[in-house]
């Protein structure tokens, strides 16, 4: 089934794709490594099950990429929202280099009190406890141990190794 005013349309890239409150905006060149990387952020996180399998079934099934493709080419952009921790979060794809904010290249995370962050050494989960004078002071969520760490010791969960924005353009 081809959406109504998308007939003989596609979608061109780059393609940006973001996880409101989880994944900030990446570019890739294809839409296909777009989707892939789409799905392994979302897969990890705590949705319920209808969630889980209704993004499964759009982001992975064998049509994905023209389904997708069919929005792209008559919108410029798809948005998808999902309930998580007692909000909605929305999930954007959009085509041609439009994109609201910094790309994943550009992006620069400051961490903020309360947040969760990991060790770039380790990647071992701590949340900021306070942020001043160009130090953070972190709790291991493990152990319950303080430490002072500098802003560039941190990076945001979804920078783990075999995280969201580990996938990047050059996967093409």
Known sequence: ????????????????????????PATFKSLETALAALWEA????????TQFNAYQYFLN???AVERV???LARDGWLELTFAMAGRSHS???????????PTADAVAWTPREGQAACLRSTGEAVKVMDHRAGLVNVRLLRGGIERTLKPSDLIPPDDQPGGFNSWTAERD
């Open 69 to 71: 493709s069919e929005f």
């Open 61 to 63: 099934r064998p049509d």
């Open 91 to 101: 999930v954007r794809v959009r085509a041609g280099g439009a994109v609201d904010g």
């Open 1 to 24: 089934m081809t959406i109504p005013g998308t007939e003989g349309r596609t979608a061109t890239g780059p393609f940006i794709v973001s996880i409101e409150d989880v994944a900030a």
């Open 42 to 49: 979302l897969r990890v996180l705590p949705l319920g099950w």
